[in-house]
């Protein structure tokens, strides 16, 4: 009888608004959203996307550096990139900088061969999200398919997308940096901007962060996603990420015996398992997402029974 019921009061769901549905019963939501998320094996696949990422991160971020170090100084490339890198991987960005500024060093070793390998290489976590994302979206993948042309090119063309967004924050966050280091006279007192610049910096990295994931949502799932769905995934995501951010920061800063476990390998380990848990929030967004796109569409009207007993 139950289960009559529970099948009346979904089908009565079918016909509310998604964000109504999410509103009443927020909690069987986010519950059905942790249940095809485990059934979709997101840490598998988060952990191939992490992989990838690792693998990928210095060659994509040499590319994007060495492309705007015609346009703006390498060391306000390097600055404004350790900073934004504290974000991906909170604890080892200057290490990671450090590896990074090696390799911008000897540039000009660099062939035509090299610089084919590097876009390979680079393109691999896009790759692999793309297929992530094949999974969890997979009531689309299943009625639509994307060209084999459009999978190959794609990657590149989000890399030069990124490389544009990373010189306008390069260049808005070098204002605020500007702004923080003036002062302000208010009835014979001197304020210092430089509060006032560090929330801005911070909110710029949060509102970043949140155009990056909607543009990935918009982009990797096959078929057309709205731009409101696409803010919402992002939106879970960021909230998901910087919350752990901010546990991660506390976690190696005061607690963690990391180094002590892996020796020489505490860097890559750490960074690994930072890519791990953002890629997972990542796919966490996807698949809120896919959870409230297919609200209504998925029920079954098994209440009649009810009705006529």
Known sequence: MWA???????????TEHPANYVLRRPVAFFAQTLKSFRANQGLLLAGAVAYYTLLSIVPLLGLIVIALSHVIEQAELLATLGRYLEWLVPGQSKTVLRELATF??????IGWVLLTTMLFFSSFAFMVLEKAMAVIFLHRFAVRHRHLLVSVVLPYCYILLLGVGFLIITVVSGSLQAIGSESVDVMGRDWSLG?????????????????????????????RLSVRHALIGAVTATVLWELTRHVLVWYFATVSQVSVVYGSLTTSIVVLLS????????????????????????AKPQGDAVLTR
């Open 275 to 298: 890519l791990e848990i953002g890629a997972t929030a990542l796919l966490l967004g996807a698949q809120v997402i896919s959870e409230y796109e297919r609200i209504g569409k998925d």
């Open 104 to 109: 911008l060093e000897h540039r000009q070793v």
């Open 195 to 223: 509060g006032l610049s560090g929330v801005l910096l911070y909110l710029l990295g949060v509102a970043g962060e949140i155009l990056v994931l909607a543009s990935i949502y918009l982009v990797m799932p096959v078929g």
């Open 4 to 14: 009559r019921v529970y099948g009346y009061t979904h089908r009565m769901h079918a």
